[in-house]
């Protein structure tokens, strides 16, 4: 994606919303959304701040305290609804479909013979 390109052009689908991946726990005690998540631009990156202050797992008597409270329930609906300025660069990264964002291949060969290969993708922060 270019610089200044619309994020509407990214075809969006948020892995934690469909089930096919689960909630995790940092090594601070803290729920977020994903462990995708944590890794400082993640960690640091404003949305999810507004979730971790509300997210330390000590600090509730119920797990649900965390899921349904207001930061927790806007960061859902900034994702179902493609609120892009709220939605953490981290997730655009790893929540895009991707299309022709492969922007290079690289193949590791051992006496002539393909043994690997690893795709770079552009990466949005
Ligand atoms: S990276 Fe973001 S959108 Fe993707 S699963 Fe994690 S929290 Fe959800």
New binding site residues.
């Given amino acids: 994606m270019k610089k200044h390109q619309k994020n509407t052009e990214i075809k969006?689908k948020?892995?934690?919303?469909d089930g096919s991946?689960q909630t995790a726990v940092t090594n601070r005690g803290y729920l977020?959304?994903?462990?995708?998540?944590d890794e400082r631009i993640?960690l640091e990156s404003p949305p999810i701040k507004k979730l971790t202050e509300v997210s330390k797992i000590s600090e509730v008597e119920d797990i649900e305290e965390i899921l349904f409270s207001k930061p927790w329930m806007k960061?859902e609906e900034d994702?179902r609804t493609e609120n892009w300025p709220e939605?953490?660069g981290?997730?655009k990264?790893?929540?895009q479909v991707r299309g022709d964002d492969n922007i290079k291949t690289e193949t590791y060969l051992y006496k002539g013979k393909k043994v690997g290969e690893h795709k770079v993708w552009r990466r949005y922060y």
């Fill in positions: 969006f948020p892995k934690c919303m991946i977020i959304p994903c462990c995708y998540i993640g960061f994702l939605i953490p981290i997730c990264h790893h929540c």
